[in-house]
Nanobody
Framework: QVQLVESGGGLVQPGGSLRLSCLAS????????MGWYRQAPGKQRELVAT???????NYADSVKGRFTISRDNAKNMVYLQMNSLKPEDTAVYYC?????????WGKGTLVTVSS
């Protein structure tokens, strides 16, 4: 069993920055994909960014050039640096870990971009 705990959400003005963190605990597997998804009010959950243990990344077009995903495998952490935030980035951000064919999810952290 894997547990994921997110932190770092909050209220930020447009153009500002936030850094999200996610700690994975429980059964830790060496080969996996970790990433971030988000769900805005009234919308479906969508991919933001993912990163494999080898460092391969995948970003949603809407965040390319503004968000950066990184991970520390030794600490079982994944991060999301969010710059140039826009009101449309407002959502609950969820940490995700894929091990084999199993998805694990955190409970989410709210990011609100508003003046």
């Amino acid at each position: 069993q894997v547990q994921l705990v997110e932190s770092g959400g909050g209220l930020v003005q447009p153009g500002g920055s936030l850094r999200l963190s996610c700690l994975a605990s429980g059964s830790i597997f060496s080969i996996n994909i970790m990433g971030w998804y988000r769900q805005a009010p009234g919308k479906q959950r969508e991919l933001v960014a993912t990163m494999s243990t080898r460092g391969n990344t995948n970003y949603a077009d809407s965040v390319k050039g503004r968000f950066t995903i990184s991970r520390d495998n030794a600490k079982n952490m994944v991060y999301l640096q969010m710059n140039s935030l826009k009101p449309e980035d407002t959502a609950v951000y969820y940490c995700n870990k894929v091990v084999g064919d199993i998805d694990y999810w955190g409970k989410g952290t709210l990011v609100t971009v508003s003046s």
